[in-house]
C-alpha cells in the first residue's frame, strides 16, 4: 500500500511560478513510476508528465511543455513538479499517482491540490 500526499498548491498570479509536492508513505516508492494529472472545473483528468522509477526519462503533455519540470527524489519519497509561467488556464486540481505498468490506470492516487492562477 501507497499513500499520496500533495502539497504546495495554492494562489498565484498569471506568470508565478508553483512547485507541488508528494510525498509517498513507504519503503516501495522506488518501484513506481510517478506521474501528475490535473482537473478543472467540467473537464476531463489530464495527464502532465511523468518521470520513471529512476526519475531518468520524464515525459509532458503539450500542455505544460517547456512550462514545467518533474523530479523525484527516492531517497525522501518525494516527486515535484516544478511550474513556471502559469496561466489562469492551468487552473485545476492537481493529483499525483503513482503505476507499476501504466497511465491509464494508476495503482494509487493521492487526493489532490488546487491551483488556482489569477488573471
Known amino acids: 500500500q501507497v499513500q499520496l500526499v500533495e502539497s504546495g498548491g495554492g494562489l498565484v498570479q498569471a506568470g508565478g511560478s508553483l512547485r507541488l509536492s508528494c510525498a509517498a508513505s513507504g519503503r516501495t516508492f522506488s518501484r513506481y513510476g510517478m506521474g501528475w494529472f490535473r482537473q478543472a472545473p467540467g473537464k476531463e483528468r489530464e495527464l502532465l508528465s511523468v518521470?520513471?522509477?529512476?526519475?531518468?526519462?520524464?515525459v509532458y503533455a503539450d500542455s505544460v511543455k517547456g512550462r514545467s519540470t518533474i523530479s523525484r527524489d527516492n531517497a525522501r519519497n518525494t516527486v515535484y513538479l516544478q511550474m513556471n509561467s502559469l496561466k489562469p488556464e492551468d487552473t485545476a486540481v492537481y493529483y499525483c499517482?503513482?503505476?507499476?505498468?501504466?497511465?491509464?490506470?494508476?495503482?494509487?492516487w493521492g487526493q489532490g491540490t488546487q491551483v488556482t492562477v489569477s488573471s
Open positions: 499517482a503513482a503505476a507499476v505498468v501504466g497511465w491509464k490506470t494508476p495503482d494509487y
Open positions: 518521470i520513471d522509477r529512476s526519475g531518468s526519462t520524464t
